[in-house]
């Protein structure tokens, strides 16, 4: 099985019905730059910088309605695909600052809870979406000694923490087919800012 050469998540893309208060929430209160917007007859589209390999993006549509509140890692029924998003923060000091600055905004945000592992904030944008914000405590590296918490009264094995090769086919180059041509279609035109 190949191994793949990840550098983290490139970018999320959320839907809202109002991309000024979504702009002013994710630009002048969280100070994320704009590195990226389009808008055509169709939709408008924004994606702000949040580091240097993750980006956050919003479609403007004009019908979509907010989610419904709940809150983060509450269990739902029914349909579901989405719980929160989680922001890493450079030091814990940062946790303190921003979560100020949400009270002084009258965004409602919970106390620092210590993970362990993490210490997060946990808050909503304007548009309902769940927020966590995260410091990682640098005492705990989970990539040296990975934890697994399982309650005795739950039922089956801990899970392998390690990539199990032989579960798919291995699609080596060799079975690759030679006739195979690798498309790359036109996205929209893109006009730089200088």
């Not at 005492?139 to 579960?167: H, T, Y």
Request: with cysteine.
């Amino acid at each position: 099985m190949p191994r793949f050469n990840f550098s983290g998540i490139h970018h999320v893309a959320f839907a809202t019905a109002d991309l000024d208060k979504t702009i002013a929430y994710w630009r002048d209160l969280l100070g994320f730059n704009i590195v990226f917007g389009i808008a055509d007859k169709d939709q408008k589209q924004i994606s702000f910088r949040i580091s240097q390999h993750m980006m956050v993006f919003f479609f403007e549509w004009r019908e979509v309605e907010k989610v419904k509140p709940k809150r983060h890692g509450e269990p739902v029924k029914g349909p579901f695909i989405f719980d929160h998003l989680a922001i890493h923060m450079e030091q814990e000091s940062d946790l303190d600052t921003l979560q100020n600055q949400l009270v002084c905004a009258d965004f409602p945000v919970s106390d620092i809870i210590n993970h362990g592992f993490l210490h997060s904030i946990y808050t909503f944008d304007p548009n309902g979406i769940p927020l966590e914000f995260s410091w990682k405590v640098p005492q705990v590296d989970l990539d040296k000694r990975p934890v697994f918490i399982k309650d005795e009264s739950i039922d089956g094995e801990i899970p392998a923490l390690v990539p199990n090769a032989d579960r798919w086919p291995n699609c080596d180059e060799d079975q690759e087919d030679p006739d195979h041509v690798r498309v790359i279609l036109p996205g929209k035109e893109l006009k730089y800012f200088q």
